[in-house]
Every structure is written in structure tokens, then in C-alpha cells.
């Protein structure tokens, strides 16, 4: 039993992490780890949350996510694709598709994410991919690299 | 994309089914599929509701579940522990461990449960496992079967 802290979107005994300790690319993201793999489960369920006006980093990876906003509101990048998600709609995220959240719509962007717990790591644009995303407009003007 | 349908709790071209289809003991339960397996994640997401003064079936079996309440709340029963469980809050249910939950509190009880796509099936109490189940007066007054 993981409760839910008084003032909501913490979880008792749960840390509040950074999003990555990488150096990424990242503004405002908080991440906690709400069940990591267990039993016959080979998958972590976190919840991130994007703070308004925050993004996350723009990257692709051989691994999939599942993902459920529960907080606020965004848009969201895949592939060439960008979509406005609210409470409780779900995004997947296919295999090497770049992807990028963004709390643009004057709120936070909270949202569970289902992830296989051994996974490759997240593969970041150069230039040159950059410069290939930005072909498509929308797409140039979307991207927080 | 799957994006929850106006009024809440439904999503866009995911079919409201059953909660089970065989007969056994439940009331008032709906089941959604909003993930059934791929890529890299082995595991299916559900969003089951309950409705008020309704519960799932008393069941057990080898396959772990998560679970988060997206609305509602009520109690749920684990092992020989029942706890009340409300929004965000998180329920693991280990393998072979008794389990059922009820919308015991003048409302609905809507979850999400992510579960192995390839799984055993759920066993339920005989009554030889009621009665010991029963000897512990909580349990016994809580349980529907």
C-alpha cells in the first residue's frame, strides 16, 4: 500500500527525484518511482510531472512507454506528431520515436508512465537530426532542445 | 493516442466490457483496456470501476497486480489486511495473496491495474477457505462471496 500524501501527486515513503542527473536537456520535472518491478511485473510505474511552462527532454529509445495524464494538461511530440492531452488520456510511445512532453498550456503536466525495467538508455538528437525534425515546421517550432 | 471520452472514465474506441465473464461472483463492475501488450512491455492496463455498494470477486493467484484509484474509493481486502484506499492511492497485490474490493463508501471506486498479459487464472475460495478466511472476524464480515 502506497498512499497518497495530503495535498496529492506525492506518495508517502516515496522520494521526489530529478526527472535525470544527466545534464540532459530538461526544465521543471520531478519524477517518483510508485512500483519498481516485482513478481511477475518486468516494469517500473513512475509518475513525472512537468511544471508549467516545463518540458521533457526531446529523445528516442528502443523501449516503449505507456503514458496517463492524471494532472493538468500539455502537448506532447510523436514522431512528426503533435497532440494536446488532458486528464486521463494516454499516450503511447512506440519504439525509437522521438518524443517530447511540454507543459504549454498554462498548468502542469502530471502523467504515470509504464516502462520495462531493464531498458536501453534514451538516445539524444545531434544537429543533424535536429535540423531533419525541424523540416516539418510545427515541429521546429515545438522542440526544446 | 487514446483519449478519454467527454464525461470522464471512458476512452475513445475502448470497449466497456464485463468485469468477468464466467459466471463468477461479483456486482457492478465494468473493465476497460487501455493497453494490451506490446513492444517491450509484456503487461496489460486496465481501468476497472466498481459501482457504488458493489466488488470484485474474492479471488487469488500467481500472477502480481498494481493498481491506482483514479476515482472514488473504498476498501480493499489483502492477505488478511483491509484498508481504505482513495484517490492515487496504490495497492499491490503479491502472488496467491486473497484479495477483493468493494465501493464501500457511498461512491464508485475506479482503478487502473497493470497485470502480466500471460497469466494464470484466478482461483476462488472454496468453503473450506471461507471458513478459515472467516476466522478472522474482520475479514469475515468483509468479504462477499
Redesign the interface.
Known amino acids: 500500500?502506497?498512499?497518497?500524501s495530503a495535498g496529492?501527486?506525492r506518495?508517502e515513503g516515496v522520494d521526489l527525484l530529478p526527472y535525470k542527473e544527466d545534464g540532459t536537456i530538461f526544465k521543471s520535472v520531478t519524477r517518483q518511482t510508485?512500483?519498481d518491478g516485482?513478481?511477475?511485473?518486468?516494469?517500473q510505474?513512475r509518475y513525472f510531472e512537468v511544471g508549467q511552462d516545463g518540458h521533457s527532454t526531446l529523445e528516442r529509445h528502443?523501449?516503449?512507454h505507456?503514458v496517463?495524464v492524471?494532472r493538468g494538461g500539455g502537448h506532447v511530440l510523436?514522431g512528426e506528431e503533435i497532440?494536446e492531452?488532458?486528464?486521463?488520456?494516454?499516450?503511447?510511445i512506440?519504439?525509437m520515436t522521438w518524443h517530447q512532453f511540454r507543459a504549454n498550456r498554462g498548468e502542469e503536466l502530471g502523467f504515470?508512465c509504464?516502462?520495462?525495467k531493464e531498458?536501453d538508455r534514451p538516445q539524444r538528437p545531434g544537429p543533424a537530426e535536429v535540423e531533419t525534425l525541424s523540416e516539418n515546421a510545427a515541429v521546429g517550432a515545438f522542440i526544446r532542445v
Chains 1, 2 share one sequence.
Open positions: 500500500m502506497v498512499r497518497q496529492g501527486f506518495w510508485l512500483f516485482g513478481h511477475d511485473l518486468p516494469v510505474f528502443e523501449h516503449a505507456v496517463m492524471i510523436v497532440t492531452i488532458g486528464l486521463h488520456d494516454i499516450v503511447q512506440p519504439p504515470l509504464i516502462v520495462a531498458r
